[in-house]
């Protein structure tokens, strides 16, 4: 029954959409509780993008309409997009910061005619469970990957895995130990830590007693992270020179003024970071930083619902205003452009966003601040996620 | 042999840490049949204020603490005067749903009020940084945690097995109206534990900072903890509270150590062990 209401209201606003002057986009996103701060980015990045370029295309006018999912919740994210698609007719679906939230919406995507951004979940089979997925983020492989290759030309033989026991933590460990072992690393041991922990002091003993003259770790970036980095120094391993590699999730930028001096020296590789310096990335930062009222607060989720809008742009200029999921993800295939993170693509084949990923190092600037400082980049990179998981 | 030391200091790091937080809601629990569960709330409104008056008015850090423990009673004082008053005796499912909404009012508030990210608490540079111990380093503030978490244990317990007000406060536990008929003023005593129980959470909320760091959701995040650190211990009981947080920091500690990849498994298997042996607690005393 649920199918067949949903297929008649698909089926009218198919009609209806053609005529319609105001072009809706639902955003599903954590936009209070212990997540909010991610959801303030996706929001940010939205203002920021229409800010920018207006919010008409042509004689349509862009109206955003969000809906909060505080946690990782599969069912109560489907129930939204679900009154998204119905209640509101929206064209567009985007957000969701959480794999299993944008997983459980892929089911619907067909039948409801409309187009999946992701600005965020960054497990890389996302994009394979429905043609009409596009994701302008990055994925923990995408992200993971290059850290091994560091690791490698820095001269390190052996290293040991740190990752937090849930699905991203799991990804990053693997992409880390395949690339390492296929570049002539060995991976000594591979540690994962329950979600809760609060005391790191046992595992950073373990990380000493392996002899491994790097950690490379992924945990979810807020409390966790900033315990984590300082049981790195209180137990002596940055002294005994065991360098710290981390994807960037660990050192985002509103993390860094609790992380402080602690951050200092630890290596990073992600797809963006705020300080990069490019005229397209100062633009958007300043209109970003004004869109979220605490400059504090910004972080990288801003930026893949910043070209997540583009990509929608894009799509509504392609299909002239008129409700067409295929028409639009075919018009955004190979699409190129000047992000404020570098120059990026959305890939043909697998719809997700090829970009450049960069080395960064915490450095402190000369106001004080922390920031990551961009000392390499690897060009071009897609996803091996995908390659490794056939 | 030095694998065994270096669990066993991190369990007594742990342990100590977890005592200092919990002992202020085994009080409210055990002493004044007060099912709080905005205890962590009080740890996180203590933590806030010593962030606060450390990294933005630059005070010491012992300032801050005092700070964070007289602010954090003062907060406490007229919550305790109109809503807590209200449920002293109430049946346990009226406490849990006023305290858990005064939990996520907490919540809310510090959101609007701090902004969701992580706030520190600055140590002065005696607490920082790594102590040889010989075998292994450990973090200097760790030390102090341990010596706070001893100093606070015998004090309370010299407080309420002690002195004249531990044995009103006994009184007017086991016996409301008797005691009061034997002038004991009741409410003055109840007051005067809550403001105890209140202000060695934010105690907790600030020595703890550095392994639970202080953030919106600190209220609630870490509350299954503490519960299960009374509820292990015996409610109400100081040494039963300090010989559970030993006894579960090094279980977990242990745990984390040699088999990581089973999470808080054992944790919770030698909760239920416990309670399925001691349902009371270790030293809960009968109702």
Known sequence: MKKLILAAAAAVLLGGAAYADVIKIGVVGPFSGPFAIQGKNFKAGIDAYIAT????IGNDTIEVLYRDVPQADPAQSKALAQELVVKEGVQYLAGFYFTPDAMAVTPLLQQANVPLVVMNAATSAIVTKSPYVVRTSFTTWQTSAPMAKIARERGIEKAITVVSDYGPGVDAENAFKTTFEKEGGKVVESIRMPLSTNDFSPVMQRVRNSGAQAVFAFLPSGPTTLGFVKAYNENGLKEAGVQFLAPGDLTQESDLPAL???????????????????PENRAFVEAARKAIGNPAELSFPSVGAYDGMHVIYKMIEATGGKQDAKKAVDAV??????????????????RHITQNIYLREVAKGSDGAYYNKEIKT?????????AAAK | MQVFFSIGVDALAYGMVLFIISIGLSVTMGLMR??????GAFAMIGGYIASYAARDLG???GFAIILAVIGTIVIAIPLERFLYRRIYGAPELTQVLMTIGITFCVIGLANYVFGPTLKTIPLPADLQGPVNLGFRTIAAHKLFAIGCGVAVALGLWFLIERTSFGVKLRASVDNTAMAASLGVRTRIVYAASFALAVGLAAFGGVIGAELLPVEPYYALRYMVTFLVVVSVGGAGSIPGALIACL???????TGRYLVPEYGEFFFY??????????????LGRAK
């Open chain 1, 53 to 56: 370029h207006g919010n008409k």
């Open chain 1, 260 to 278: 402080g001096d602690a951050a200092l020296g630890i290596l990073t590789t992600f797809h963006y970071a705020i300080a990069h310096d490019s």
């Open chain 1, 333 to 350: 295939k190979g699409l190129a452009w000047e992000s404020p993170r570098g120059p990026v693509s959305i890939d043909p084949e697998t």
């Open chain 1, 378 to 386: 690897f060009e071009k990179q897609p996803d091996p996620g995908l």
């Open chain 2, 34 to 39: 007060v099912v709080n569960l905005a205890h």
């Open chain 2, 59 to 61: 005070l010491g850090y």
């Open chain 2, 247 to 253: 006894l579960l920091g090094a279980i977990d500690t």
């Open chain 2, 269 to 282: 298997l030698a909760v239920i062990a416990i309670v399925w042996v001691f349902p009371r607690g270790l």
